[in-house]
């Protein structure tokens, strides 16, 4: 069964020949955007293929263009629109990476087994990544992912403790009110509808290349 991964966001049109600026979601833009490879609008069953793309020189992000939308017109309809890519059971992170989705809902604890909540959601923060940790007797509290603050990292396993000692529960990463993405929805196939957590394609724990206590990078 294949399934669906988020790997940008249409944030702006450019020019008159059907040019689109995204905002990047995955650690290889070189592959998921090289001519010839098929995006699929969120929700939309059917795909565009890549004519070109490059990134931008001057400023954040990729400039793409699509072979089905010849012009600025044709293109409206997808701006702020999430883009996924399909993938495959072989089409897997490296082993000890894992997608971001793969971490919503993991149970955080203590090294004795206390809980501290769930993840709720995963965002990234300079260098690294945070995760969004709710649910446990502390209330709502952020983790960023790195070896410093992580005892042990597994989510194959359910295992993601931390030592409140050493996090003591202050640690905070500053996000302007706001600034924290959203992740968008997984979906299975067309994955219309569905209810499950996110799948963006930046890999997480450690970094965006996810795996043992973090380490940087991504998929």
Excluded: C, K
Aim: glycine residues 12%; hydrophobic residues 35%.
């Amino acid at each position: 069964m294949t399934e669906r991964l988020v790997v940008a966001r249409v944030r702006g049109l450019h020019g008159l020949r059907g040019d689109v600026r995204i905002e990047i979601l995955t650690d290889q833009p070189e592959r998921r955007f090289r001519p010839g490879v098929v995006l699929f609008p969120e929700g939309d069953a059917n795909g565009l293929t890549v004519a070109s793309s490059a990134e931008i020189v001057d400023g954040p992000g990729w400039r793409v263009r699509f072979r089905e939308l010849p012009d600025r017109t044709a293109v409206e309809g997808l701006r702020d629109r999430y883009l996924e890519v399909e993938v495959g059971p072989d089409d897997r992170p490296a082993e000890g990476s894992y997608y971001w989705h793969e971490l919503i809902g993991l149970r955080v604890t203590s090294p004795d087994g206390a809980e501290l909540g769930t993840v709720h959601d995963v965002y990234e923060v300079g260098e690294t990544e945070a995760v969004v940790v709710r649910g446990g007797p502390a209330g709502e509290f952020d983790i960023p992912l790195v070896r410093a603050l992580i005892a042990e990292f597994d989510p194959p396993a359910g295992r993601f403790v931390v030592d409140p000692a050493v996090l003591d529960l202050t640690v905070r990463v500053e996000v302007e009110p706001g600034a924290r993405p959203r992740a968008p929805r997984r979906r299975q196939g067309s994955r219309r509808g569905a209810s499950a957590p996110p799948a963006t394609e930046a890999d997480t724990p450690p970094g965006s290349d996810a795996g043992a206590p973090p380490a940087t990078g991504a998929d």
